[in-house]
């Protein structure tokens, strides 16, 4: 019997995953795929919530809420990337560092 | 093991696998293609968690919307000429030694934790009725809140990679 628990186990594999993807890669989009891997977890739980606990259909809306967070996440993430190809040359985030004193 | 466990676990292994393939390909294109099959397997999961309209969602914005937007960045941070894309990996082994160890401990929370589960067994309904009226309803602040800052983010965006002739 596939339950509430199951839901949250592949819920936290993704949300690892992502964080993985977050602290190990240099490239700033492969960091940002690590991000939307963490979001979708998050939504994961959220549903899964939503089915099994008793509050009805707030968690979906909640995740809905968060599709569009992350739609407005990635397309300033990405202006931000591509301003930083032209300044730099580089996607990776370590050679950003133009900020550091 | 009925149907329905066969279909989440077919769906779940879909989902993990492919975001490992995510966070270890060498390829950015790899990573790309790889989440395109993390984010149906989630949209999977919704319906099997009852959720309809959220799964086409799922399919319309992030499928259609989000991967999109992140091909389009990979393409446009790299010279055309540089065909393997590659993306190294740095901090490997203390990466892996947090995220395991967030694992373990969301799956040892997730098991241990006597969840109160009321609604399991009810019938999956159509719910895009119900969340329209949510959204039209109780939730309309949000709602427009969400419009606004959706409309901010993207003129955002356009402003910020705007090439600027002078300053």
Do not use: C
């Not at chain 2, 997730?110 to 067994?121: H, K, N, V």
């Not at chain 2, 119900?130 to 993207?154: K, N, T």
């Amino acid at each position: 019997m596939i339950g509430l628990p199951h839901y949250l186990i592949v819920s936290a594999a993704l949300f690892s995953l992502g964080t993985l993807g977050v602290l190990t890669r240099r490239n700033s989009v492969n960091v940002l795929m690590g991000l939307e891997l963490i979001l979708n977890s998050a939504n994961l739980n959220l549903v899964a919530f939503s089915r099994y606990g008793s509050g009805g259909m707030t968690g979906q809306l909640f995740a809905v809420f968060v599709i569009v967070i992350a739609a407005a996440e990635v397309a300033v993430a990405l202006a931000i990337v591509l301003t930083l190809y032209r300044l730099k040359r580089t996607s990776n985030l370590d050679e950003a560092d133009i900020l550091r004193g | 093991m009925n149907a329905f466990a066969v279909v989440f676990w077919a769906l779940a292994a879909l989902t993990v696998g492919s975001a490992a393939v995510v966070v270890l390909a060498r390829s950015l294109i790899y990573s790309a293609f790889a989440l395109l099959f993390t984010f149906m397997g989630v949209a999977g999961l919704y319906l099997l968690l009852g959720a309809d309209f959220l799964a086409t969602t799922q399919l319309l914005v992030y499928v259609g919307g989000i991967l999109v937007l992140l091909l389009f960045g990979v393409m446009l941070t790299h010279k055309l000429y540089d065909l393997d894309l590659r993306s190294e990996v740095t901090q490997f082994a203390p990466g892996l030694v947090i995220a395991a160890g967030l694992f373990g401990l969301l799956t040892l929370t997730a098991l241990r934790t006597e969840w109160a589960t009321t609604g399991g067994g009810r019938a999956p309904a159509p719910t895009t009725n119900q969340i329209g009226e949510l959204f039209m309803g109780r939730f309309l602040m949000p709602f427009e809140a969400a419009s606004i800052l959706l409309l901010v983010a993207l003129m955002g965006a356009a402003m910020i990679v705007r090439r600027k002739k002078d300053a």
